[in-house]
Nanobody
Framework: QVQLVESGGGLVQAGGSLRLSCAAS????????MGWYRQAAGKQRELVAL???????NYVDSAKGRCTISRDNAKNTVYLQMTSLKPEDTAVYFC???????????WGQGTQVTVSS
């Protein structure tokens, strides 16, 4: 099992920045990829960014240029640095991890990001 705990959400004005953190614990040695998803009220959960165990990153178009995903393997933590935030970025942001050991995906409890105009 893998446990994921997010932190760093909050209220920020449009144009501001936030850094989200996700600390992984448990059976972390088989984690191959981690990432961030978000879910706005009334909408489906959507991918924001992914990072592999080797550091390869992928971003959805809306995140490119404004978001940076990074990973500190020594701390078992993945980060999402978000800049130039817009009101439409308002959502609950979820950390995600994929374990190659049991082919399972794990989710954190989510952290709220609210961007005011």
């Amino acid at each position: 099992q893998v446990q994921l705990v997010e932190s760093g959400g909050g209220l920020v004005q449009a144009g501001g920045s936030l850094r989200l953190s996700c600390a992984a614990s448990g059976s972390i040695f088989n984690i191959r990829a981690m990432g961030w998803y978000r879910q706005a009220a009334g909408k489906q959960r959507e991918l924001v960014a992914l990072i592999s165990s080797s550091g390869t990153t992928n971003y959805v178009d809306s995140a490119k240029g404004r978001c940076t995903i990074s990973r500190d393997n020594a701390k078992n933590t993945v980060y999402l640095q978000m800049t130039s935030l817009k009101p439409e970025d308002t959502a609950v942001y979820f950390c995600w991890a994929y374990s190659a050991y049991n082919n399972n995906a794990y989710w954190g409890q989510g952290t709220q990001v609210t961007v005011s105009s």
